[in-house]
């Protein structure tokens, strides 16, 4: 199994819609948690970390569930400026990254 | 404020030839230095990290090897590139505290790295 599993998507939402996905992750002793955002060729950027009451900023929300082991990153009012590959990051002892959930807002 | 750069940006390489990507951090002293490997369509792959000058942790066996000659500079090497070595490199740099923290990673602008 793998440490960080994310849907690949793609997630093609119009403008203005709410979209969501999730990521688990495999050791249950992870301590910390981010969602990164990464654009096709570009280095991958900090969105959020994610705590474990949940937190949002902004139209990004995120949430921790520790007992089933995943994270979910929330998006509303969507804009087109918000398609991008979206990457969970768990901090176990190392950060070990997910491969990315494709968000693709269209006009 | 930090800043993390990270060149060349695009490198394209022969089989067997040689390679050298150079990282280097401004505005904090003895961060932690990591190389990540993004292959199309998958993860970041850690290959190597350090904590201090000529401390390097390899993550994966492969024929690349990391250098830390100074207090804020990484380097990827090898001595001879195979295919499977493509690849889009990163760089990244985060608090010099305990590394099993939540300490937050920030990336340089990546090498779009094709080997031919």
């Known amino acids: 199994r793998k440490e960080v599993e994310q849907d690949p998507g793609p997630f093609n939402v119009p403008e203005g819609a709410t979209v969501a996905f999730n990521c688990t992750y495999s050791?249950?002793?992870?301590?910390?948690f981010f969602w990164y955002r990464q654009d096709c060729r570009k280095e991958p950027k900090l969105l959020m970390s994610v705590y474990s009451s949940g937190n949002e900023d902004g139209r990004f929300t995120a949430q921790l569930n520790r007992a089933s082991q995943y994270i979910s990153l929330l998006i509303r009012d969507s804009k087109l400026s918000d398609s991008a590959t979206y990457l969970c990051v768990v901090n176990d002892y190392k950060l070990s990254f997910g491969a990315g959930t494709t968000v693709t807002v269209r006009a | 404020s930090q800043t993390i750069h990270q060149w060349p940006a695009t490198l394209v390489q022969p089989v067997g030839s040689p390679l050298s990507l150079e990282c280097t951090v401004e505005?904090?002293?003895?961060?932690?230095l990591y190389w990540y490997r993004q292959a199309a369509g998958r993860g970041l792959q850690l290959l190597f990290y350090?904590?201090?000058?000529?401390?390097i942790s390899s993550e994966v066996p492969q024929n690349l090897s990391a250098s830390r000659p100074q207090d804020r500079q990484f380097i990827l090497s090898s001595k001879k590139l195979l295919l499977s070595d493509s690849g889009f490199y990163l760089c990244?740099?985060?608090?010099?505290?305990?590394?099993?923290?939540?300490?937050?990673?920030?990336f340089g602008s990546g090498t779009q790295l094709s080997v031919l």
């Open positions: 050791n249950s002793a992870s301590q910390s």
């Open positions: 350090s904590v201090g000058i000529g401390q």
């Open positions: 990244a740099w985060n608090s010099p505290h305990r590394i099993a923290t939540n300490e937050k990673l920030f």
């Open positions: 505005g904090t002293s003895n961060p932690n």
